[in-house]
């Protein structure tokens, strides 16, 4: 288990080193918040929970698999598991904060989502129960909030749909 308090983090090391923005890295800083990134000085010194919005996700570079105001001290458990071929970071049953004492006895709020980083490069992740209301998931790159190439209603992929 990883010991986070709300709006905590906590580094972590993996032996193998995993691809990250062009980078092979192996020192991470997990977020009580729902994203992994590089532990740098920067991460160490910067309000790394601040207001959760497009503009601080993509402020810095990071994997937000939930990034939205979660409070693991409130319930549930936060591990990492380092396995053969990749890192897998779960929440399990992690409230939000804003909702952590509602429910009636035996109802939960809470979140259980896992992000496996792979050490061939892939990253994939998985949500089993999410109550969280608002929340950013994707990578960012640090270089600031993406303009888009042309208007969403525009765009068409064979095969889907556009979402709106």
């Not at 990883?2 to 990250?20: E, H, I, M, N, Y």
């Amino acid at each position: 288990m990883l010991p986070l308090a709300d709006d905590g983090t906590v580094q972590f090391t993996s032996t193998v080193p995993v691809p990250f923005f062009g980078r092979l890295i192996s020192n991470f800083v997990l977020s009580a918040n729902g994203f992994i990134a590089q532990a740098t000085q920067q991460y160490l010194t910067d309000d790394l929970n601040s207001t959760i919005s497009l503009e601080s996700h993509f402020a810095m570079p990071r994997i937000s698999f939930l990034y939205s105001d979660l409070d693991p001290r409130s319930g549930g458990e936060v591990w990492a598991r380092f396995m053969d071929d990749r890192i897998a970071i779960t929440f399990e049953n992690v409230p939000s904060y804003d909702n952590s004492a509602l429910g009636r006895p035996g109802q939960t709020f809470a979140n259980t989502v896992q992000c496996e980083l792979f050490y061939g490069g892939q990253i994939r992740f998985t949500y089993l129960d999410l109550t969280a209301e608002r929340a950013i998931v994707g990578l960012s790159d640090g270089n600031g909030v993406p303009l888009p190439q042309q208007p969403i209603e525009d765009m068409h992929i064979e095969g889907f749909l556009p979402v709106i």
